[in-house]
């Protein structure tokens, strides 16, 4: 029975963690939630934790892998605007505020949004690779 490679554990890991959270503290991911869609955020938040650890346990089990590498990659692909939002939340408030610490919190939001791309392959690669 094949073990899923280092990068598709990894992606699995990011995922579970990230999905355990959605769950735990879901009022830590509602401001992210496009504005277009705020009214269903909590909904959406529950919904999308839920998914990352259903693909987290897919990518881990030899069977399910591809089927959960496309899942993967379509979730990711399906939040990346909830993180585009975040970034722009968060310049706002480094624009407002002005200090080193919203600036850097800024900083972060957007280094983040091209780091989505690599995990996106991961999850194709993992679908393909089975």
Request: aromatic share 4%.
């Amino acid at each position: 029975m094949p073990r899923p490679d280092l990068p598709t554990t990894g992606l699995a890991a990011l995922l579970l963690a990230s999905g355990v959270i959605h769950l735990v503290r879901p009022q830590v991911f509602e401001p992210m939630v496009p504005t277009p869609l705020r009214q269903h955020d909590r909904l959406l938040v529950t919904g999308s934790g839920v998914a990352e650890i259903a693909c987290a346990a897919g990518l881990l089990v030899p069977a399910t892998r591809p089927a959960a590498g496309w899942a993967s990659a379509a979730l990711l692909v399906g939040v990346f605007p909830a993180n585009v939002q975040m970034s722009i939340d968060h310049g706002r408030r480094a624009q407002r505020k002005r200090t080193p610490q919203a600036v850097g919190v800024f900083a972060a939001a957007l280094a983040r949004l091209p780091l989505q791309w690599p995990l996106v392959r991961v999850a194709l690669r993992a679908a393909q690779r089975g």
